[in-house]
Each structure stands twice: as structure tokens, then as C-alpha cells.
């Protein structure tokens, strides 16, 4: 299993691939910004820095939220949604990058503009897979909160099948969907068109972005799934290391979270009981035998 967290891009290739060296990871995932001001040489510098060391810019999130809406109702908005993701694509294919993660639209009370939404963001996607394949980028549409276009598994499945792009797949949120519904049977529905990863906690609410393992989500869930998709890339962590920790700590506690090694005690009713230490407040991971925390390393 390879995780990979996001992080940005360092003043130098250099010190990006240092910081990467010295938490432990091969990949990761940044936010646009740094791409959309780069030159041609910068991003070629980038692409051949992150080679040359065998590391990964696994994905690149693209912008979203209004004025960067795929599937804006108003026709100039969405036109320049999509240009401004074409040129994106174009940047990150030249860095070398793999995925650029999209959102399918913003937050709409209104059911009648959801369907319109809806029916849009297919037409974006349409244009957008034709600059995918060339640039040999990966489209990945992510599941999103609900009063989202995207936001039922069914349907996000459904604009991704009807574009039917091997450069276009899904973005799996853990965290989007333990708010939108039952984390486990939208995971077990997207499963066969999952590109990519976000995995993330929270208690069910709204959107937290807490380090895997500190919400409600049931891990031992996602981690059964997983086990059945024989996925090879990248998961991305889509949080901040709990309690202040490093990304190294973050890597070894989402780790051993992922291969059922939380400390458990049975309760009542089937009620699995976690340990957390009372000094740090992290998890515990391992048995009693032979067990660690943030605060007792082993």
C-alpha cells in the first residue's frame, strides 16, 4: 500500500524532494496554483527533478467552487471553468503529473439547477477528456458533499459512464461520502472506476478533513474494500497530521489504521472499545504486548 499526503510545491525542486526524503513519502498531491504560474522550463524542471529522484506528483487538484464551476449554469462562467482546466491540464501533463482532480459543481439548494448541474458537467467532461488524452493526464471526478451535483454515488458513476473516456474515472472522498451517506456501499459502488484517492475523517456532520481514524468513519470498512481492488497507486491522505504530528507520524499511524491494527478492547452489544493515549491523545496501534503511540515511538 502507498500513501502520499498533500503538500506544495517547496521554492526548489530540490527541497520538495528533501521534504518528501525526510517524511518517508514517494508521492503527493498539490493544489493548482504552482503549475498555473510556472513556465514551460520550470515545470519541465519539475517533471525531470521528481523522475530523476523516483518520486511522484501523483495528482493535482484543479479549482473549483464559483468562478471555477464545471457545471455553471450561466454560460460564460462554465466556458471559462473550462478553459482555465484545459491550460491546467496542459501544465500538469508537461510536470509530469498524472491525475488532476475535478469537482462535478458547487453547492445548490435548488433541485430543478442540481439536474441541470448534473447534465453540464457531462458536457464539460466531454471537452475536458479530449485534452486529457492528449496531455496522457487522468480525469478524476470526485464524489462530492450533499447538495452537490456528484454527491449520489449512482449518479456520479453515471456522468463518468456516459462520457466513457479511459482517461476519465473517480475520485473517491471518504469523507464526502461518510457525510453523504453509507461510506462502505458508495466505495463498494465506484470501486471499478476509482482513479484516485482522498481519504479524510470526520463525525458525519460536515466536512473536517481530519487525519484518518480521528472521526466516526469505519475503517475497517474501507480497508475490506480496498483489499478487493487490487489498487497499486497512490491513496492520498487529504488532512493535516493529527495533535501536530509530522507526515512521517501521520504515514505510520494511517498505516497501521488501514491494516486493522488499531488497539481494541471488546465491549458490550459488539461495541469494539479504541485506546488513545491520555498523554498525546493519539491512537493506540498494535497489542498490549507490543504496542505504540505518538508519544512512545517504537
Not at 481492488?229 to 493529527?242: K, R
Request: hydrophobic share 40%.
Amino acid at each position: 500500500m502507498k500513501l502520499a499526503i498533500v503538500t506544495s510545491i517547496r521554492q526548489t525542486v530540490a527541497e520538495t524532494i528533501s521534504y518528501l526524503d525526510e517524511n518517508g513519502l514517494e508521492a503527493i498531491e498539490c493544489g493548482y496554483q504552482y503549475f498555473m504560474d510556472s513556465n514551460n522550463q520550470s515545470l519541465r524542471e519539475l517533471s525531470k527533478g521528481f523522475a530523476d529522484s523516483g518520486k511522484r506528483i501523483w495528482s493535482v487538484h484543479a479549482p473549483f467552487g464559483k468562478g471555477s464551476n464545471l457545471s455553471a449554469i450561466d454560460d460564460e462562467e462554465r466556458a471559462k471553468a473550462l478553459e482555465t482546466n484545459q491550460k491546467l491540464l496542459q501544465k500538469v501533463g508537461m510536470a509530469g503529473v498524472e491525475a488532476l482532480v475535478i469537482h462535478p459543481g458547487v453547492a445548490e439548494d435548488n433541485e430543478e439547477n442540481l439536474r441541470t448541474m448534473s447534465s453540464l458537467i457531462v458536457e464539460s467532461l466531454a471537452e475536458l477528456v479530449v485534452a486529457a488524452e492528449k496531455e496522457g493526464v487522468k480525469l478524476a471526478l470526485e464524489n462530492m458533499l450533499p447538495k452537490h451535483p456528484g454527491s449520489d454515488c449512482q449518479e456520479l458513476l453515471n456522468m463518468v459512464k456516459q462520457v466513457d473516456s479511459p482517461c476519465l474515472g473517480v475520485c473517491f472522498d471518504s469523507g464526502h461520502a461518510h457525510v453523504a451517506g453509507d461510506m462502505r456501499e458508495h466505495f463498494e459502488i465506484l470501486k471499478d472506476s476509482i482513479i484516485t484517492f482522498h481519504i479524510q475523517d470526520n463525525d458525519r456532520t460536515r466536512d473536517m478533513h481530519l487525519q484518518p481514524g480521528y472521526g466516526t468513519t469505519n475503517w475497517r470498512d474501507f480497508a475490506d474494500v480496498l483489499k478487493t481492488m487490487n489498487f497499486t497507486d497512490p491513496i492520498v491522505i487529504e488532512a493535516a497530521p493529527w495533535g501536530g504530528a509530522d507526515a512521517k507520524w501521520m504515514l505510520k499511524e494511517v498505516t497501521a489504521l488501514l491494516e486493522n491494527n488499531r488497539l481494541s478492547f471488546a465491549g458490550t452489544e459488539s461495541i469494539q472499545w479504541l485506546a488513545r493515549c491520555p498523554k498525546c491523545g493519539h491512537h493506540v496501534f498494535g497489542t498490549l504486548e507490543n504496542w505504540f503511540c505518538q508519544c512512545k515511538q517504537i
